[in-house]
């Protein structure tokens, strides 16, 4: 019988970022230094993964992902549900797949991997004794989540009929960007940023990962220093002064200034 918890995300809502890595252990150490995490296990169902802490709040995870050569090691955002089988059944029906799950973590949730109808990759998590991340938005958490893409309209439907979003165009009324906000209970929870083809044919559509720091400048300095690369240097985004970085196995995140 699952125990529930207070920190359980209402449906739709990013609920924890989770970095499935090629070698563990350096992903710890890059991101145990570039925020200050503490690691302890996390769901044993789910082998070596660890959770990361700030403050002694629970913020990220880390895990091992498919052993292939060829697999990127990518952050993933994973949205919260209330029945994970009901979700999963609805992103097949809207024109995504789903490629791992449901399955159980134990007494902690239940988890599904999917791909939306764009390509991008996230997690629907239904939290039992693990709700998700403890805090979000202070330095060494999660900032913000944003969906890169072609089209905000295209795949913001989806996510509108699988979660129940609202979506919110005003985000990129002013600056003339195709940008949407996904909202639960009228409070935008994540974004959605459509480049048309200014998408990286590389990556393709993807969740991007923010995570809160309280200088950019010296998060991408330090990120450096610990075999990182910048991809973009800090400009003034629409939550803040914003950098991209790659860690030293290739993972793409944001640093987005909070204080």
């Not at 252990?25 to 959770?51: K, N, V």
């Not at 955002?77 to 799950?101: F, H, P, Q, W, Y």
């Not at 480049?195 to 044919?201: K, Q, T, Y």
Request: aromatic share 6%; net charge negative.
């Amino acid at each position: 019988m699952t125990t529930e918890v207070q920190n359980r995300r209402p449906p739709g809502t990013p609920c924890l970022a989770s970095l499935m890595a090629h070698r563990p252990d350096l992903a710890r150490d890059f991101y145990g230094a570039l925020f200050g995490w503490d690691f302890t296990p996390g769901p044993p169902q789910l082998g070596s993964y660890t959770l990361a802490e700030a403050g002694g709040l629970r913020v990220a995870g880390i895990g091992e992902g498919a052993p292939q050569a060829d697999r990127p090691a990518v952050w993933t955002t994973v949205l919260a549900t209330d029945d994970v089988d009901r979700a999963a059944e609805s992103v097949r029906e809207c024109g995504g797949t789903v490629g791992i799950g449901p399955l159980n973590a134990g007494e902690d949730g239940r988890l599904a991997i999917a791909v939306d109808p764009s390509g991008a990759v996230f997690g629907i998590w239904q939290g039992g004794r693990f709700g998700g991340a403890d805090v979000t938005g202070v330095p060494g958490s999660v900032a913000w989540s944003e969906l890169v893409t072609h089209d905000s309209a295209l795949v913001g439907k989806f996510y509108e009929a699988v979660f129940g979003f609202g979506v919110d165009r005003a985000a990129g009324v002013d600056g003339g960007e195709d940008r949407a906000e996904l909202t639960v209970d009228g409070r935008a929870v994540a974004g959605v940023h459509g480049v048309g083809r200014d998408l990286s044919p590389e990556r393709g559509a993807h969740w991007m990962t923010g995570f809160a720091v309280a200088d950019v400048a010296a998060a991408v300095r330090l990120a450096s220093r610990l075999g990182g690369r910048v991809l973009s240097p800090p400009t003034a985004g629409p939550h803040g002064p914003t950098a991209t970085v790659a860690d030293p196995e290739g993972a793409v995140f944001s640093l987005v200034g909070r204080v």
